[in-house]
C-alpha cells in the first residue's frame, strides 16, 4: 500500500474546510487548521508535501504564516499555494512575488487546477528542483 501525500489546508471559513476535505480525501491525507499558529505547530510537527494557505486569516494572516514558513530551515522547501478569494487581475502575479509557489482562487470551481496545483508542486519538490 503506498501511503497518500500529506497536505495541509490553512483555512479559517468552515465551509471552505469542508469543500476542500471533500475534494481532497481519497487523493491526500489532508490535515486542517483553523489559524496561522495552529498551522505552523501542526506543519512542524507532521511536515505535508504541500500547503494550501488561505490568505486571509483572522489574526496571523496567510502572508505571515508563509513568511514564517520560509524563515524556518526544516519548513522552507516545502510548497505553499495562496488560496484567496480575491481573484482580480494580476493577483497570481502578486502572490507568485510574494513568494508562494502557486494560487488557487475561491471559489473553486474547476477542481482539477487544485489537483494540478498540488501534482505539480509535489513532482517538483521529488525532483529536487
Ligand atoms: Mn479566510
Known sequence: MTELPRVAVVEDNPDNRLLL???L???????EYESGPA???GITARP???VLLDISLPGMDGAEVLRRLRSDDALRPIPVVAL???AMTGDRERFLGMGFD?????????ETLLYDAIERLIARRHEGT
Open 21 to 23: 476535505q471533500a475534494l
Open 39 to 41: 498551522a505552523l505547530a
Open 25 to 31: 480525501a481519497g487523493r491526500y491525507q489532508v490535515d
Open 48 to 50: 505535508p508535501g504541500v
Open 102 to 110: 502557486g494560487y488557487v482562487a475561491k471559489p473553486i470551481i474547476d
Open 84 to 86: 484567496t478569494a480575491h
